[in-house]
């Protein structure tokens, strides 16, 4: 397995745990520069935004990947993730609709959980 796609797993599986909504897991490596996956989900307030934040850099912490960047923690509104390979942004519900990322990533191709 490569090291993006462990990492998306791992990254899925630290939101998934803590009870994050519509998870999505968006191939962005043919179209995107940025990163391989993009991993996008949300929170129901700031306390589980953070909450999810929080683990998704303990998990990815635990096997020596860190967050080489991170922007909006502690807003609890849209936080930032930068890994490298993957980006995963967390919202809240409010801000996920509004900046509709899904749309805005369409040519990337969604990856089904059982696929990573």
Known sequence: MDQAKQMAKLAYKAL??????????????????????FIIANGTNANQVNALVDSVE??????????????????????????GDIIVHVFDKENRLFYDLERIWGDGKVVLPENL
């Open 58 to 83: 303990e998990e990815l912490s635990k096997v020596g990947y860190d967050v080489k960047q991170r922007e909006g923690y502690g807003l609890g509104n849209w936080v930032l993730l930068d890994f």
């Open 16 to 37: 998934e745990d803590k009870k994050g909504e519509d998870i999505k897991v968006i191939d962005i490596s043919e179209i995107s520069v940025l990163a391989d996956y």
